[in-house]
């Protein structure tokens, strides 16, 4: 069973960088994404990242966010960039299209002066 573990969210000011990481408990395989889900409304795919690292972003966080991964670590990251209190949502790592039992608890963004 492979579990993912979202971390490094927290309360950032507009304009500010936040780095979040995904661990997989065991060899990650396939493409992977990053999604959000903010109050009220539903889970979105945000990034993915293929297993040769070709990417894709939605028009929301393209230009602001990259998606890269580490395999030897069993490791996808979010690097976020000139965050915007849009960006606000609890945010997902899972394979790409998702797996329902792979879903982890997140990590929340909070983007607020």
């Known amino acids: 069973q492979v579990q993912l573990v979202e971390s490094g969210g927290g309360l950032v000011q507009p304009g500010n960088s936040l780095t979040l990481s995904c661990v997989a408990s065991t060899r990650i395989f396939g493409t992977m994404g990053w999604y959000r889900q903010a109050p009220g409304k539903q889970r979105d795919?945000?990034?993915?990242?293929?297993t040769d690292g070709s990417?894709?972003?939605a028009d929301a966080v393209?230009?602001?966010?990259?998606i890269s991964r580490v395999d030897a670590k069993n490791t996808v990251y979010l690097m976020m960039s000139s965050l915007k209190p849009e960006d606000t949502a609890v945010y997902?790592?899972?394979?790409?299209?998702p797996i329902g039992r792979f879903w982890g608890q997140g990590t929340q963004v909070?983007?607020?002066?």
């Open 45 to 50: 795919l945000i990034a993915s990242i293929t």
């Open 55 to 57: 990417t894709s972003y």
């Open 62 to 66: 393209k230009g602001r966010f990259t």
């Open 92 to 97: 997902y790592c899972n394979t790409q299209p």
């Open 110 to 113: 909070t983007v607020s002066s």
